[in-house]
Each structure stands twice: as C-alpha cells, then as structure tokens.
C-alpha cells in the first residue's frame, strides 16, 4: 500500500519544527525563521491568523506548474519542505479583523542553484492570476532588462505547458505580457533601464538578485506602487553580494533585526540561508546547512569541485562563499575579521554613558568634499570603547550612489553638513563640546588637512598631538585593533556606518610584516577605521608622553 505524501503544509510545519529542535541543520537566521512562525501560530492575542487553506492554496498552485530547465523538465514541481515553509509562512497569514494579506514584503536570501526564481514564479503568477485580484499588476523586475526577463520567461513557458491551466484560469500568453483578460491583469518584466518605472499600481512586484542593483530605484518605484493596493506584496529574492552600502544589505540588516527581535514588523517576511560564524566552510556538512536544496538542484560534487579551487586561490576562495555558501564579502583580501568585529557590537552603548570619564579623541579629515571622521575613544573596565562621528556635505549624501548614506544620515549615524563641503565649523563645535563633557587627554589629528584646525582646538585649550600617516605609526595600532577584536577586548555601539569602513579595509604588508591599512577602490570609505586606528595608537602611549612618532616607532622595532 502507498501512503499518502504528506500535504505541502504538513511538510512545511514539520521543517519548521525539526530545524528549531536541530534535527535538520540550518543557521542561525533559518531557526529564528522558523521559530518565529512557530512562536506566531501558538500566540492568542494576535492581530493576525493563520489561514490552512490559502497555506496550502498557494502550493497547490504551485505543483501544478512544471519546470522548464534541466533534466526534470516537463516534470511538475515538487516543492521541497523548506519551498513550503516559505510559501506557507508568506501566504497563510492573514488579518483578524479585515482578512487582508499579514506579510507585505519577503527578503529570500540562498545561494546559487537552490531554485529560488522557479520558486518565486510560483507567486508571481498566482497573484495574476489565482488571488481574485481586479487589474493585478504583476511585475518581475531586476537591475537589467536581460536578469528581468529570466524569471519571466521562465514564468512565460511555465504556463504555455499547461492549455488546461490557461483555458481554465483565461490566461495568454503573449511575446512580452502574461494577461488575464477576464480581471484586467498582467504580468512582464521591468527593470532600472526602463524609460520610467514610476506611476505603476503594483500587486505583485518579484525583485531579482537583489544584490546586482546599483542603487535602489527599482526596489523604492515597486514598494512605492505596492503601497497603493492593500493585498500587494514585494517579493526580492537574492543571493549574498559584496556592497554593504546598497538596497540589498540595508533590507538584509532589517530582516536580520527582525529576526533577533530588535525590530518588530509583523508585515515582514524574511529568511536567509548561509552559515554561521565558525563553520569548516570546506566541509560538506557546511554546504548543506547554507544550501537547503543540497542533493536535489545543488549536486554535491559540483561543490566539491568548486570548493577545491577555492583552496588554491582566494579570488576562487571569494566567489565560492559568496556564490555558494551565501556570506557577504566585501574585498577579496579584507584586513579585519569581520564576524569578530560584529561579535563586538552593544547597541545599548552611548557615549553619554561616559560622562566626565577619560578619552583620547583622533580626527581624519579627507577633503572639504569626503567624509570626515571624528573617533571618541574610552577604555574601561580593560575593554577599549570607541564611538564614532562621522560628517558629508548634504549634496554629497544626495548625489552619492551609495543609498546608505541617506539612510545613516536620517538615524544620526553620520552628520550631514549644509552645502558642498564640509563645514568644518561644525566638527570643530563638536570637538570642543566633548573637551567639556570628557576628559580629554589629547587629540590626533593628521597634519596633512587638520593643521589649521588643530591650532584654533589648541588656541581653545585642546591639547594636540600631531599623528602622521605612515607605515610606522600605523602598523602597531592596526595590528592591536585586531586584537582587540579577535579577543573581544573591544566594545563598539554598533555604528553601520563605522562597521562599513572597517570593513573596507585592505592591507598592505611590507617585507618586515608592518601593515599599512588601505582601501581597495576609491569609493570603499575607511575614514572611520583611520580614525580608530589613530585612537587606539595615541591611547597605546604611556600617560607620561613623549613623541608619539618615536613610541609607535620603537614599537614597530620590537
């Protein structure tokens, strides 16, 4: 006898329940995944609920579609449990008091090969087609026209397999639309070439390879036409990428917040599939916890090919944990272990907890036209606590293309000043106003483009110490700043904006192992870690001082 397979909702529950037990490996942010759905369905005074029939309407939809790559096509999908979680979690939720959709938005983040875009079809063409939805607009969109239509076309021969399903649900297909004629609906691809991507009334907007975009014009025009519909959803799928400073890791951070607990957005669904700090990232056991279809789409000998060439080179090295174990790089030879820096972070850090206390403080100045950096730094209790202040021109903010800036300038991370340059009026009130809340022993500054600020600080009274940008006063710092890192010695609030140029840097090792710390491209910013550099060097010098460049000197010579 042949039992019945279970129902895409049993199965979806029961991957929930065994990766929030252990019994199926997953990282860090899979588990809380999973047991926030859990930790959702046993709730009783909730807002929201749990509908099993639109859980399993939207899989059912799904099964019936067939796939059109590779050696199964022709074949129906079979969606694996992890497929059915996701699809399961995003649209059996509803509202209690209207029935109305619960989760707006969803952020898939899975490495190369896991199906993600044959699965995110699925949605897409059930929003057309299947969501009783008048003039649904359904849109795939994407950095470029080609990445834009790859999930169309997919969706396109999908459905042009399946004469039953398109006479039944009164679907064409046609060169450049889906369309449902009978509710007014369509489905194409968009992307940020396109002559205007403004003005669009959108239901369903799938966003692919989120990471690729450039800016965030197509994610902000697609929520922004989502906002007009109150059953619209974005969906942006993704693997991990290198820029930090892009749409993609803001709304990876947001999801990331969400799923700690930090952030509450109960409209928020997401999900991502990497490996956690510490992971053998050569072992097959690794691979499979970063790659939820590790067997079925995700062939293991391919890994193991591709893991073999990233032993022998770390470019190959670069791709292979980017590509296929979804960790965000951000240089190929990044000078600083970033995991250990973030384990470093206490957002409940504020400087104003400090008050009357000893600091050192050190001040990067780039041109009128950069970003400046200002580093406070404290050392208690045998941990080194530096807080950062960071200033742009307003106009530099608004033309650059790194959309964080805006962000970080809204949350108070950096300090917009008003025009094209730098008001440096500004960094000097600043400075003054931490010499009368602190006890500031000295300030460094490079004499290189702060020598006409130090000497006004030292004309109010500051003491100044001149701190020279070279191989020998740098290498010392750099090295203890790793340190203190790797050795939890340090303790940060957590500034994105701080963490972004730490993580920027490269370093450059001279035949003596000094280290000098640069940046790899002009727009990788590492002011910030500059500054802490400088700080951690002036607060390594004995409280009875003498030259600065002789101690970090003699230091390198040790």
């Known amino acids: ?25 997953a990282c860090i942010y899979v588990r809380q995944a999973c047991e926030r759905q859990l930790r959702d369905l046993a709730r009783r005074r909730f807002p929201y609920r749990f509908d099993p029939l639109l859980a399993e309407r939207i899989c059912r939809f799904a099964e019936l579609l067939p796939h059109v790559k590779g050696p199964k096509a022709g074949e129906r999908l079979e969606l694996s449990p992890w497929q059915a979680f996701i699809l399961t979690t995003a649209f059996g939720w509803v509202r209690e008091d209207n029935g109305k959709r619960r989760f707006r938005r969803v952020y898939i983040e899975v490495p190369r090969g896991n199906g993600k875009t044959t699965m ?46 398109r006479r039944s649900l009164g679907v ?33 907007g799938l966003i692919d390879e989120l990471h690729a975009h450039r800016s965030r014009d197509v994610y902000d025009a697609i929520e922004t036409g989502a906002g007009k519909r109150d059953q619209s959803m974005l969906w942006a799928i993704t693997t991990a990428g290198s820029d930090k400073t892009g749409i993609c890791f803001e709304q990876r951070a947001y999801v990331l917040n969400i799923l700690k607990g930090t952030v509450k957005d109960e409209n928020y669904f997401g999900i991502v599939y ?96 950069d970003l400046a950096a200002v580093i406070v730094l404290f050392e208690r209790q045998g941990k080194i606590i530096p807080f950062g202040r960071f200033y742009l021109p307003q106009s530099a903010i608004d033309g650059s293309r790194h959309t964080a800036y805006r962000g970080w300038a809204a949350k108070g991370w950096i300090t917009p000043t008003p025009g094209d340059i730098i008001d440096f009026s500004v960094i000097e009130a600043d400075l003054m106003s931490f010499k009368s809340r602190f006890q500031v022993r000295n300030i460094a500054y490079d004499p290189w483009q702060a020598t006409q600020l130090a000497t006004r600080l030292k004309d109010q009274g500051a ?62 910013k590492i002011d910030g870690a500059i500054a802490l550099i400088m700080a951690i060097g002036l607060n390594m010098v004995p409280d009875e001082r003498g030259n600065l460049d002789d101690f970090l000197a003699n230091a390198v010579m040790r």
């Not at 990232?281 to 916890?289: C, D, I, L, Q």
């Open 120 to 165: 995110s079809d699925a949605p897409a063409l059930y929003m057309l087609a299947a969501d009783k939805e008048g003039g649904a607009e359904v849109y795939s969109a994407a950095r470029s026209r080609e990445q834009a239509k790859i999930a169309f076309w997919t969706a396109q021969q999908m459905v042009r397999r399946l004469p039953d399903l």
């Open 1 to 25: 006898m042949v039992r019945n397979k279970p129902s895409p909702l049993a199965r979806a529950l029961r991957y929930a329940e065994q990766v929030a037990i252990g019994k199926i490996p």
């Open 463 to 524: 003491s100044v110490i001149e701190f020279r940008q070279t191989v020998a006063n740098f290498s010392e710092p750099t090295k203890e700043l790793d340190g203190l890192m790797r050795s939890g010695r340090i303790a940060h609030d957590g500034n994105p904006a701080l963490s972004w140029m730490i993580g920027n840097v490269v370093g450059h090792y001279d035949a003596k192992d000094n280290v000098y710390p640069r940046k790899e491209r002009a727009e990788n």
């Open 172 to 204: 064409e297909v046609l060169a450049h639309r889906i369309v449902q004629a009978r509710s007014a609906s369509f489905f194409e691809a968009v992307s940020a070439d396109a002559d205007s991507l403004d003005g669009k009334n959108v239901h369903f």
């Open 274 to 369: 990497t490996i956690d700090d510490g992971d053998d990232w050569t072992a097959e056991a690794t691979w499979r916890k970063a790659n939820p279809n590790f067997g079925i789409s995700v062939e293991p000998e391919h890994l193991l090919l591709q893991c073999r060439k990233a032993m022998q080179s770390p470019a190959s090295k670069s791709s292979f944990m980017t590509k296929h174990l979804n960790v965000w790089i951000q240089t190929d030879q990044a000078l600083f272990d970033m995991p250990a820096w973030e384990r470093c972070s206490g957002p409940s850090l504020k400087m104003e907890q400090f008050e009357g206390e000893p600091c050192v403080i050190a001040v990067d100045l780039a041109s009128k036209t």
